[in-house]
């Protein structure tokens, strides 16, 4: 079998298996999210922190809640990394530093995960499982929750109440996450990944040099490092170590587990709002551009220029050699279009114009299909600057979803797609005027740049990805970039959940001949549009200055 038809193949697999899931689990995350009922370990969990699941939130009360709970969760993870010196299981590693020890706990609980540590050399057993795995869980539980807020929005009327953050919060992990969770682990495992709290061994190579080789419960948190697109790797290899990804299957696997919720999860919300075909409209373009920037960057990499590229079939340095040029590529895309940032091979070695479709694919918010939650409410706001376009060109009010789109429900749409740009383009342009910007960059040029570029978009975006080369491990990098994870997280959320507390309190406009009818094509085609359109005036000049530049030039 050539290695293009093989391709072909593992995209149409994946694309099936999605097709098949993405009915069945978006009607089930409805009704989790729809449900009045508690399950026993729930109410359980309730009594524990003391809150009333049943009570219902206005969006400031859903909001302290989220930033409570999440400064909380800082604040442990931190003083966990700080303290795992002295607690059971510590491998014999020393206390995290301070700046790394805040950079960690900053990604984590914002589900980033970027790590500018190497897991297996760190990190103990303790902060492994009961730190970062459980923020793992909790991380991409917020961003459904969230999510479910905006739909609620949309769904209700002449209300302020979006529903209850501790029960979406406790349903979204109990219900949904550690399910599929324990599944996923289990297939890991029987693909080949370990799973085990052991010591580390020491091993002699053919070489006669020594090796330490360091165990771990890396299936499980694999499991939820992908299901909860969080990206944050047992081991520094992250998804191209063999413990965490054994063999084609597991690679698959891995792909189709950190798609499977974000491309879920439109069904979840045109349930809630009685129209699936609203939800279908949604799906659409997520898919569309997802798919073509997985053509865009394969077709790129096997056209790789250069005789030696040429002569192997495409640009194999820094890809993983186990499963090809198209696996790479097909991982690339994915865990760039959504907030996952776990790799596969090194982003940093593919060429410029894939890199900058990589770039891209952050750039737009991460809503193709982006995060778990986050990418449905990223899209869900580009849909009302969409409808919000389209009614400045036909000359009327506004409306989507029966709810008319007026002075304050864009001006909070535009602060939400001005947060993360502002993020990434300041950032950048304050390292690279400061000594600890040029002095991280392991390459030159335009590449050099790209590489600051990436990691301020990994950041701000909450992928956690990055181009390998680029040395982030100094406090400069290590406190701005936990900042710019913090804000590009959590701000957005305040301006998702003030529109979803507008959006409830209006009463429902009735459909007429000169409404847009959001479920057509048209509005699909529209949507993509407005995503490309500015995103790409937004970023361009820096986009010509890293990856067009490079790829142009070689």
């Known amino acids: 079998m050539s290695p293009v038809l093989a391709d072909v193949l593992q995209v149409a697999a994946l694309i099936t298996a999605l097709a098949l899931v993405h009915r069945p689990l978006g009607d089930y995350m409805a009704r989790v999210f729809s449900s009045e009922k508690h399950l026993r370990v729930e109410k359980w969990i309730y009594r524990s922190v003391g809150a009333n699941p049943n009570a219902e939130m206005r969006w400031s009360a859903y909001l302290r809640a989220v930033l409570a ?6 604040l442990l993870l931190y003083v966990l990394q700080r303290v795992q010196h002295v607690l059971p299981l510590s491998l014999g590693f020393e206390a995290i530093t301070p700046d790394q020890a805040f950079n ?98 020491e091993l002699t190579t053919v070489t006669g040099q020594t090796q330490s080789i360091s165990p771990g419960a890396v299936a499980s948190q694999e499991a ?3 299901l909860g697109t969080n990206g944050g790797g047992y081991f520094n290899a992250n998804s191209a170590h063999p413990f965490e990804n054994p ?5 698959l696997l891995t792909i189709f587990l950190l798609l499977v919720i974000p491309f879920s999860l439109p069904r979840t919300f045109g349930r809630m709002v009685g129209n699936v075909k609203q939800g279908y409209a949604i799906v659409a373009a997520m898919g569309t551009i997802w798919f073509v920037g997985v053509i865009l960057v394969t077709w790129i990499e096997y056209a790789h220029p250069g005789t030696a590229s040429q002569l192997a079939g495409g640009a194999m340095e820094g890809k993983e050699q186990r499963f090809g040029e198209g696996a790479s590529s097909l991982f690339a895309v994915s865990t760039t279009m959504t907030s996952t940032g776990s790799v596969n091979s090194f982003h940093d070695s593919f060429s410029g114009l894939s890199g900058g479709v990589l770039l891209l694919g952050m750039m737009l918010g991460e809503i193709a299909p982006g995060g778990v939650g986050s990418g449905l409410y990223g899209m869900l706001i580009m849909a009302v600057i969409a409808v919000f376009l389209a009614g400045l060109m036909v000359g009327r009010t506004p409306e989507y979803l029966g709810k008319k789109i007026g002075t304050r429900e864009i001006k909070l749409a535009a602060c939400y797609i001005l ?14 005027a400061l000594p600890d910007g040029k002095e991280a960059m392991t390459n030159v040029g335009a590449h050099g740049f790209s590489e600051v570029l990436y990691a301020y978009t990994s950041a701000s975006n909450n992928n956690g990805s990055a181009f390998a080369g680029f ?24 301006f998702v959940l003030a529109l979803a507390g507008s959006l409830a309190e209006q009463k429902p406009v009735p459909e007429t001949a000169g409404t847009l009818r959001t479920e057509k094509p048209l509005f699909t085609g529209l949507l993509v549009g407005a995503i490309l359109i500015i995103t790409g005036l937004t970023f361009f000049p820096a986009l010509a200055l890293g990856p067009l530049a490079e790829g142009l030039g070689s």
């Open 69 to 74: 709970f999440s400064a909380v969760s800082v």
């Open 104 to 201: 960690t706990a900053a990604s984590f609980v914002s589900n980033t995960n970027w790590q500018s540590y190497s897991g297996e050399t760190a990190m103990s057993h303790v902060t492994q499982t009961a730190g970062l795995a459980v923020q793992n869980f909790v991380s991409a539980a917020v961003g459904i929750a969230v999510a479910v807020a905006l739909v609620r929005g949309f769904a209700r009327s002449r209300t302020g109440e979006l529903g209850n953050f501790w029960a979406d919060l406790v349903r979204g992990t109990v219900r949904i996450l550690i399910p599929i969770s324990v599944i996923a682990a289990i297939l890991l495992v029987a693909a080949g990944a370990i799973q085990n709290f052991g010591g580390i061994h």
């Open 224 to 226: 939820i490092k992908d």
């Open 247 to 251: 063999n084609g299957f597991s690679n």
């Open 419 to 432: 947060i993360t740009p502002a993020l990434v383009l300041v950032g950048t342009a304050v390292a690279m």
């Open 471 to 494: 040395g982030a491990n100094t406090p400069f990098f290590n406190t701005t970039l936990g900042l710019c994870m913090l804000l590009g997280r959590f701000l957005p959320m305040v």
